[in-house]
């Protein structure tokens, strides 16, 4: 290649890469990584926790046979940064884990792959609520965190299903006795041939497994709508309204969505500390209305903490006259506006006076929604409340990745955990944490 020619006519001299020029490279993994990166504070969160659950369940032991389990810390580190960077798929995790400094670092020369990653990910439900548990638990002792006033929130994410997914009965049926047939066949033809089936096979007959799973899952919940359809009044009359469910994600309902539309999603409930706005609890549903989410929520915080929030926030969709009830006579003092309050205040009615099927709690929570004091405090609800989901948006829970109403909660009870480890290192309280 003839040197470059510059304004003047004359040939130019520059540095040209020199990829074939062999050279010796002498550093470690911990030198590629600054002493601020935020990784370090990654792994130093992950190191001060108590993981004893996870190496319950290694079976590799010394003195015995097979390969050496992966350290659990790796795997938690891992899942952590990803999740704080915004990966979520297992794939793209596993090829950063061979080319990025920071996820290199992590692993230490361990190698992980995809199978590896999403089994971690997805198979230890109880163990990580463990954790976010024990770390809001810290915090609470360092008086860091309070659970006086506490605000919840919930939002719609897209679930793995498309919208044509979702069938009746009778198309049901007929993939089902379909799906069925092909089990049967992959199976008579692997009993003919099994000591020549290769792992294609093999997976073909377990993704056939998978899929007749799914299609009786999706008409049991078909059949389980269709009762609570049946129960509503004026629909025993309609026999075109027949309920459906999704072949893909039995579990996922279509639900109204922020922009006004209707996808199949989950409703992702999030509990926040006021002040802190650390995340104090986590539940998904397959309900689209908020209506009834408060007392399960307040039900957790006080099994993982042994106390209950004096002040809890949530807006309007949540207060039904139940749920509210129940929180006031067990002491927790809700701000929430009431229904249609607005429009009745327009139309020149006193939506505080006693209506007749008020207990004397929602009476009381009335009144007290009544007072500019009552407002000051539920003002605060949106910057408390919303604050997590803005994050876990920007992290790209935008859709689930995994089915069913379990796996689902994993993914949220990641973005808490990640979420919660981002505030932590904000408020610079990590040597609090890894201190105990």
């Not at 299903?161 to 089990?183: C, D, I, P, W, Y």
């Not at 209707?262 to 509990?271: D, F, I, S, W």
């Not at 009552?374 to 919303?386: D, F, T, V």
């Amino acid at each position: 290649m003839k040197a470059p020619i510059n304004a003047d006519g004359l040939r130019v001299r520059v540095k040209t890469a020199q990829r074939d020029q062999v050279t010796m490279h002498l550093h470690t993994l911990d030198e590629l990584i600054r002493e601020d990166h935020p990784v370090r504070s990654v792994w130093r969160y992950v190191e001060s926790l108590d993981l004893s659950k996870f190496y319950r369940e290694i079976q590799a032991v010394e003195g015995g046979v097979g390969r050496d389990a992966v350290d659990p810390r790796i795997l938690l580190a891992l899942w952590l940064f990803a999740t704080i960077e915004g990966v979520g798929s297992a794939r793209r995790l596993a090829e950063l884990c061979t080319r990025d400094f920071a996820y290199l670092w992590i692993c230490g020369e361990v190698t992980v792959n995809r199978d590896m990653l999403n089994s971690f990910r997805s198979n230890h439900p109880e163990e990580l609520d463990a954790l976010m548990t024990q770390t809001i638990g810290l915090l609470l002792h360092h008086d860091l965190v309070s659970l006086t006033r506490v605000a919840q929130d919930g939002m719609r994410v897209r679930a793995s299903a498309g919208t044509n997914s979702f069938r009746r009965q009778q198309t049901l049926e007929e993939h089902l006795q379909a799906a069925r047939k092909q089990v049967e066949r992959m199976r008579q033809e692997g009993d003919d041939d099994q000591a020549g089936r290769s792992r294609q096979e093999a997976a073909r007959q377990r993704a056939a497994q998978e899929r007749l799973a799914r299609l009786e899952a999706a008409i049991a919940e078909r059949e389980k709508l269709q009762r609570q359809k049946d129960q509503q009044p004026g629909n025993k009359e309609k026999p075109k309204n027949q309920a459906r469910a999704s072949m893909t994600d039995p579990e996922a309902r279509v639900m109204k969505m922020a922009d006004g539309g209707y996808r199949p999603a989950y409703n992702v409930q999030y509990a926040t500390a006021a002040g802190s706005r650390v995340i104090v609890g986590v539940a998904v549903t397959n309900v689209g209305a908020d209506s009834g989410q408060m007392e399960p929520m307040v039900d957790q915080l006080e099994q993982n903490f042994q106390r209950l929030p004096q002040e809890y926030l949530a807006d309007g969709g949540f207060s039904s006259r139940d749920d509210t009830t129940r929180l006031e006579q067990r002491g927790v003092k809700v701000y929430a506006p009431l229904k249609k309050e607005q429009k009745l205040l327009e139309q020149g009615q006193d939506p505080y006076a006693r209506q007749r099927h008020d207990s004397d709690e929602y009476y009381a929570y009335r009144q007290r929604m009544k007072t500019d004091a009552a407002k000051e405090i539920y003002k605060q609800r949106s910057s408390i409340a919303e604050f997590p989901n803005a994050g876990c948006r920007n992290r790209g829970l935008q859709q689930f990745v995994l089915r069913g109403l379990k796996k689902t909660r994993i993914v949220a009870v990641w973005q808490a955990l990640a979420h919660n480890l981002r505030m932590i290192i904000y408020h610079r309280w990590l040597p609090n944490i890894c201190s105990v």
